[in-house]
């Protein structure tokens, strides 16, 4: 059974910065690729970064570029997301998702607030 579990979550002013961090179990998470999605209020749910399972290749929206990192750690079946330069249009619900030709599953999904 595919579980994925986001963390990291909260309230942060402008310009700061948020780590989530999503667990994964279920699958063989070493070789399928990870990525991140978000949902902002009455928005459709949007890419926002992917990470081949090795690491090999990642890909960014433009709208994060130069202020997001993703990455993962396939000795702890854990991929983050590092975010910095927070703005307000960052707002919105953060998930997680496996894809391997097609989805796998998705996590529940963490609150990222950005205001001050």
């Known amino acids: 059974q595919v579980q994925l579990v986001e963390s990291g979550g909260g309230l942060v002013q402008p310009g700061g910065s948020l780590r989530l961090s999503c667990a994964a179990s279920?699958?063989?998470?070493?070789?399928?690729?990870m990525r991140w999605y978000r949902q902002a209020p009455g928005k459709e749910r949007v890419l926002v970064a992917s990470?081949?399972?090795?690491?090999?290749?990642?890909m960014y929206e433009d709208f994060v570029k130069g202020r997001f990192r993703i990455s993962r750690d396939n000795a702890k079946n854990t991929v983050y997301l590092q975010m910095n330069s927070l703005k307000p249009d960052d707002t919105a619900v953060y998930y997680c998702?496996?894809?391997?030709?097609?989805?796998?599953?998705w996590g529940q999904g963490t609150q990222v607030t950005v205001s001050s």
């Open positions: 279920g699958f063989t998470f070493s070789s399928t690729t």
């Open positions: 998702n496996a894809f391997k030709i097609y989805t796998l599953g």
């Open positions: 990470i081949t399972s090795g690491g090999g290749t990642i």
